[in-house]
């Protein structure tokens, strides 16, 4: 697999910028509820628990569990070698914060569910993508 894959980058705003250059620090971050502690995520205003507004960007420990996945054979993207696995994972501190992701630096065989993985930040110019590798 080339060293780094052809991804298709987000848009990066001012709403999510924390969770898409989290990486440069080495962080994970969500929007988290200061009244509440409830993660927020995908980015809103508001706290679905309590419409408190009172949200900052929060660093998690990136440590996930595998809820579901899939290991893909076909070869949309130049740069990124099937066979891969496309995961959702829930974060450790909140499990309904899932992310859509991959599975990397393990045999897609070995992949299941409910394995623990943790995240690992892949950098395209100033995105820093959040992937998943088993947990140490
Ligand atoms: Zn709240």
Known sequence: M??????VLPRVTSENEHFWRGGEAGELRFLRCSTCDYLVHPPAPVCPRDLSRELAPHAVSGRATVATYTINHQPWYPGLDPPYVVAIVEIEEQ???RLMTNVVNCEVEKVHVGMPVQVKFEQHDDVWIPL?????
């Open 95 to 97: 499990p309904d914060v």
């Open 2 to 7: 080339a060293d780094k894959p052809f991804r």
């Open 132 to 136: 998943f590798e088993p947990a140490a």
